[in-house]
């Protein structure tokens, strides 16, 4: 008998593909779209376009994912609460999806370009580049993949 449901559930492991997400995974997208975002920005002002454009389409593709879960139920408020930064959560307001995204991605980069010239580093454009790196490095932008 153990047999059998050891190969039961072994069938049903089968019918669902390994990548599936979990809530939480799917939650956590939204972290990866905001961090993206600023992590973009911050590599913009460092000057590499390469990899502002890499974390930019990385933004919008974990935005995707994510509303698409968020818009089909399948991310459980507890979960949701947990997971999802206040600050998108107050932008999830819009007639689609890619608006939200771009609302999500002009208050991102807001604030990483205020971080970077808070000090008035922007008349000191050495000094912005410098203090956009280090908030990248900080960051770990590098590893968002």
Not at 7 to 28: D, M, N, V, W, Y
Not at 37 to 55: H, I, N, P, V, Y
Not at 58 to 75: D, H, M, S, T, V
Not at 109 to 128: H, I, P, R, W
Request: hydrophobic share 40%; aromatic share 8%.
């Amino acid at each position: 008998m153990r047999l059998h449901l050891s190969l039961i559930g072994f069938i049903i492991s089968l019918s669902f593909p390994a990548s599936a997400q979990t809530a939480s995974e799917k939650a956590r997208q939204s972290r990866v779209m905001w961090s993206a975002f600023q992590c973009s920005t911050f590599a913009e002002l460092m000057g590499d376009q390469k990899e502002q454009a890499r974390l930019f389409d990385l933004g919008i593709k974990a935005g995707r994912e994510f509303l698409e879960a968020a818009r089909n139920k399948q991310i459980p408020s507890e979960i949701a609460d947990k997971e999802v930064p206040m600050g998108v959560i107050w932008l999830m307001n819009g007639p689609s999806n890619d608006f939200i995204i771009g609302r999500v991605y002009e208050n991102a980069l807001g604030e990483a370009v205020t971080q970077v010239n808070k000090d008035d580093n922007f008349n000191d454009k050495t000094l912005s580049k410098q203090v956009a790196h280090n908030y990248y490095q900080k960051g770990n932008c590098v590893v968002l993949k």
